[in-house]
T-cell receptor
Framework: TQLLEQSPQFLSIQEGENLTVYCNSS?????LQWYRQEPGEGPVLLVT?????EVKKLKRLTFQFGDARKDSSLHITAAQPGDTGLYLC??????????FGKGTMLLVSP | DAGVIQSPRHEVTEMGQEVTLRCKPI?????LFWYRQTMMRGLELLIY????????DSGMPEDRFSAKMPNASFSTLKIQPSEPRDSAVYFC??????????FGSGTRLTVV
């Protein structure tokens, strides 16, 4: 089983703060995806990273794939209450199914 | 596009009863996945289909669980008999040629 460890498990911050969440594994992934899940809904894809060292930006969110394609980070600048949710990373070890981490629960207070 | 449609959204049933969860994937997507989400274990893959054929069912907990995909637009996950430990949120997702899965809104199952 390809295990993805996410940290921290929970994060509670004030609006306007910056934060970084991490996704780590001992295994190499052909691609890694980040999803956000809101209460009562399914996860929604934010981004896919494929190349080691790749950096992608989505407005205030910056995603990075590690050089060795074993880890990834998500950095949020100037967090807003609308960023609240469960952030999940998911890795594709080959060209098969996705393995998900348990997620980081982010709460951004006004 | 209506997205992935799951029904019912909530199901409460008594232990020992049969439960059937339903999913309509996005038209044109050729892969369909059933996941289960709990606080303790996160999202776990139960089974996935490619072009309506079950490819990997190694995540199905035991013989009480079964899944079918009779055509490209419909899949079911059945639990018979249900047990309290089956209580979880069950998600269906589909994917096409590109990256990423599209998830439904899930079915919250409570077995009492």
């Amino acid at each position: 089983t390809q295990l993805l460890e996410q940290s921290p498990q929970f994060l509670s911050i004030q609006e306007g703060e910056n934060l970084t969440v991490y996704c780590n594994s001992s295994s190499v992934f052909s691609s890694l995806q980040w999803y956000r899940q809101e209460p009562g809904e399914g996860p929604v894809l934010l981004v896919t990273v494929v190349t080691g060292g790749e950096v992608k930006k989505l407005k205030r969110l910056t995603f990075q794939f590690g050089d060795a394609r074993k880890d990834s980070s998500l950095h949020i600048t100037a967090a807003q209450p609308g960023d609240t949710g469960l952030y999940l990373c998911a890795g594709e070890p080959g060209y098969s199914t996705l393995t998900f981490g348990k997620g980081t629960m982010l709460l951004v207070s006004p | 596009d209506a997205g992935v449609i799951q029904s019912p959204r909530h199901e409460v049933t008594e232990m020992g009863q049969e439960v059937t969860l339903r999913c309509k994937p996005i038209s044109g997507h050729n892969s369909l996945f059933w996941y289960r989400q709990t606080m303790m274990r996160g999202l776990e893959l139960l089974i996935y289909f490619n072009n309506n054929v079950p490819i990997d069912d190694s995540g199905m907990p035991e013989d009480r669980f079964s899944a079918k995909m009779p055509n490209a637009s419909f899949s079911t996950l059945k639990i018979q008999p249900s047990e309290p430990r089956d209580s979880a949120v069950y998600f269906c997702a589909s994917s096409g040629q590109g990256w990423g899965y599209t998830f439904g809104s899930g079915t919250r199952l409570t077995v009492v």
